[in-house]
């Protein structure tokens, strides 16, 4: 388990550093899910920004994605199960799918640790510090970044690389992340160890 450190990375120690995306393979077909669609555009921008950055800097790049409970599918299932339909995330989808040197862990609930491999992946990775992206910023970002920092994990939450369904409850939520749990949620461009691509 990762000590308790400052929450400023060292420029010439980045290989701590793992960027986990969360929940985007995603249908977006429950309630509230077209308030998601009409931010996806950037979102997707933003992400796919910041992952290429963590791959030029080698960081590895962790999917942590809900089952939705559908426990005889895995997560290659689930993604072409999104992939051959018709729905508002499929072009979310399409454009962030894991590549082939990508992690993945399936979730059965909101938080990316729980009844997962995720903190042994960690351990494995020597990882102790966390970037945070995904959806939704009051559920599996929330939760996630609670487990992580009852862990000693350094976080990094960019606001620009999460979105929720209700404007005021994301406030809020971010709000709770770097208050309470000692975040940096500046947008992603302004991170320490930011490289453009």
Same mark, same amino acid.
């Given at each position: %388990?990762?000590?308790?450190?400052?929450?400023?990375?060292?420029?010439?120690?980045?290989?701590?550093?793992?960027?986990?995306?969360?929940?985007?393979?995603?249908?977006? *077909?429950? *309630?509230?899910?077209?308030?998601?669609?009409?931010?996806?555009?950037?979102?997707? *921008? $933003?992400? +796919?920004?910041? @992952?290429?950055?963590?791959?030029?800097? !080698?960081?590895?790049?962790?999917?942590?994605?809900?089952?939705? #409970?559908?426990?005889?599918?895995?997560?290659? !299932?689930?993604?072409?199960?999104?992939?051959? #339909? $018709?729905?508002?995330?499929?072009?979310?989808?399409? &454009?962030? !799918?894991? @590549?082939? $040197?990508?992690?993945?862990?399936?979730?059965?609930? !909101?938080?990316?640790?729980?009844?997962?491999?995720?903190?042994?992946?960690?351990?494995? +990775? &020597?990882?102790?510090? +966390?970037?945070?992206?995904?959806?939704?910023?009051?559920?599996?970002?929330?939760?996630?970044? %609670?487990? &992580?920092?009852?862990?000693?994990? @350094?976080?990094?939450?960019?606001?620009?690389?999460?979105?929720?369904?209700? *404007?005021?409850?994301?406030? $809020?939520?971010?709000? %709770?992340?770097?208050?309470?749990?000692? &975040?940096?949620?500046?947008?992603?461009?302004?991170?320490?160890?930011?490289?453009?691509?």
């Amino acid at each position: %388990m990762p000590t308790n450190k400052s929450n400023i990375i060292d420029p010439k120690d980045k290989k701590n550093v793992a960027l986990l995306i969360i929940d985007v393979i995603n249908d977006f *077909e429950f *309630e509230g899910g077209e308030s998601l669609e009409a931010q996806m555009p950037d979102f997707i *921008e $933003n992400l +796919l920004a910041i @992952r290429d950055a963590a791959t030029k800097m !080698q960081l590895p790049v962790i999917y942590v994605n809900d089952n939705f #409970g559908k426990w005889q599918s895995d997560f290659h !299932q689930l993604t072409q199960q999104i992939l051959k #339909g $018709n729905s508002p995330g499929q072009p979310m989808v399409e &454009a962030l !799918q894991p @590549r082939e $040197n990508d992690y993945i862990v399936v979730k059965p609930k !909101q938080s990316g640790f729980y009844s997962t491999p995720l903190d042994m992946l960690l351990s494995h +990775l &020597a990882v102790d510090t +966390l970037i945070l992206t995904g959806l939704t910023g009051d559920q599996c970002i929330l939760f996630t970044a %609670m487990d &992580a920092y009852m862990r000693d994990f @350094r976080l990094y939450v960019p606001d620009d690389c999460i979105i929720t369904i209700d *404007e005021t409850i994301h406030k $809020n939520a971010m709000d %709770m992340i770097k208050t309470n749990l000692k &975040a940096d949620v500046s947008y992603s461009k302004d991170l320490p160890f930011w490289s453009p691509h």
